[in-house]
Nanobody, 126 residues
Framework: HVQLVESGGGLVQAGGSLRLSCAAS????????MGWFRQAPGKEREFVAS????????YYTDSVKGRFTVSRDNAKNTVYLQMNSLKHEDTAVYYC???????????????????WGQGTQVTVSS
């Protein structure tokens, strides 16, 4: 098992930046591919970004490419999501998730992840 706790959400103006963190505890963090998802009110949870165990492979949904960067520090058991040039449509609860199956970070569907954090709210004012 691994426990995940997100932090770093908040209210920001459009065009601003936030960095989300997801701290893991429990089983060895480097055993997991990690993903970020988000869910806006009335919408399904959607894939945002993912990263492989070593950090060598990263994937993004098209709407955040060039604006968001996923990274990880295995020594600190933490995965990050740097979000720049934020838009109103980025407003959502953001979740990190851990995937115990080694897909080199490529899993984009929520059901492929085994463990989830509680989420952190990101609100972008227009």
């Amino acid at each position: 098992h691994v426990q995940l706790v997100e932090s770093g959400g908040g209210l920001v103006q459009a065009g601003g930046s936030l960095r989300l963190s997801c701290a893991a505890s429990g089983r060895t963090f480097s055993y997991y591919d990690m993903g970020w998802f988000r869910q806006a009110p009335g919408k399904e949870r959607e894939f945002v970004a993912s990263i492989s165990r070593s950090g060598g492979n990263t994937y993004y949904t098209d709407s955040v490419k060039g604006r968001f960067t996923v990274s990880r520090d295995n020594a600190k058991n933490t995965v990050y999501l740097q979000m720049n040039s934020l838009k109103h449509e980025d407003t959502a609860v953001y979740y990190c998730a851990a995937d115990s199956l080694n897909t080199y970070g490529s899993t984009r569907y929520a059901s492929g992840y085994d463990y989830w954090g509680q989420g952190t709210q990101v609100t972008v004012s227009s």
